[in-house]
């Protein structure tokens, strides 16, 4: 069964540096997403990609985020300068067009020290 | 926005027994909710979902309520297995977008 994969596992970065996490979502899937976890809080949402530009963002998603699909099969979430704030489990998740049924990858968790 | 509150926050249980988690929503433009189970260091699974026109849906040990008059849903698991231990996470998303915004989960934990 296809699954939604996700690079680093874990990340571990200082305060100012910029990270990319990688994700491979499920080959015939359209929309794409990114949501995190703070240690013991809810999943949030991030932002949604289709079509090659952002559908829906949340306000966590600022300026020091982007998203891109430079090829066929990955999607990546770009942030530029990190904050403590930042570290979380991040994960990326995908969905056929039409339906709600999101697939979720294993995370990355992200340490900023 | 849409708000989702989850409770208990914590369930534990015996083997066998059942197990009831509750979410209730504020937004009545909500019209679907599903459940993922996230097991440790595992990524969420989409385990039962229901559409707001339906009020009951069952797929085995597991079946999930919904109240749109109160806004509130529930996951039910009969005879319950170790095996179900996890952090179950409800949702519910609005009308025409596709972001389900998530309750804050339950642990379970089964005791054989």
């Known amino acids: 069964e296809p699954e939604v994969t996700q690079t680093p596992s874990h990340q571990v970065t200082q305060m100012g540096q910029e990270v990319i996490l990688r994700c491979v979502p499920i080959?015939?899937?359209?929309?794409f997403y990114w949501y995190r976890q703070i240690l013991g809080q809810k999943v949030e949402f991030l932002v949604s990609?289709?079509?090659?530009?952002?559908?829906?963002k949340s306000e966590i998603f600022d300026d020091q985020f982007s998203v891109e699909r430079p090829d066929g099969s990955n999607f990546t979430l770009k942030i530029r300068s990190t904050k403590l704030e930042d570290s979380a489990m991040y994960f990326c998740?995908?969905?056929?067009?039409?339906?709600?049924?999101?697939?979720f990858g294993p995370g990355t968790r992200l340490t900023v020290t | 926005g849409e708000n989702v509150e989850q409770h208990p926050s914590t369930l534990s249980v015996q083997e066998g027994d059942s197990a009831v988690i509750k979410c209730t929503y504020s937004d009545s433009a909500s019209n679907y909710f599903p459940w993922y189970k996230q097991e440790l260091g595992k990524r969420p699974q989409l385990i039962i979902d229901?559409?707001?026109?339906?009020g009951e849906k069952k797929d085995q040990r597991i079946a999930v309520t919904l109240n749109k008059t109160a806004k509130h849903f529930s996951l039910h698991i009969t005879e319950t297995q170790p095996e179900d231990s996890a952090v179950y996470f409800c949702a519910a998303s609005i009308g025409g977008s596709y972001i389900p915004t998530f309750g804050r989960g339950t642990s379970l934990i089964v005791h054989p």
């Open positions: 229901i559409r707001s026109n339906v």
């Open positions: 080959s015939n899937h359209l929309y």
């Open positions: 998740a995908s969905s056929r067009v039409h339906t709600y049924e999101q697939y």
């Open positions: 990609f289709y079509n090659n530009e952002i559908s829906e």
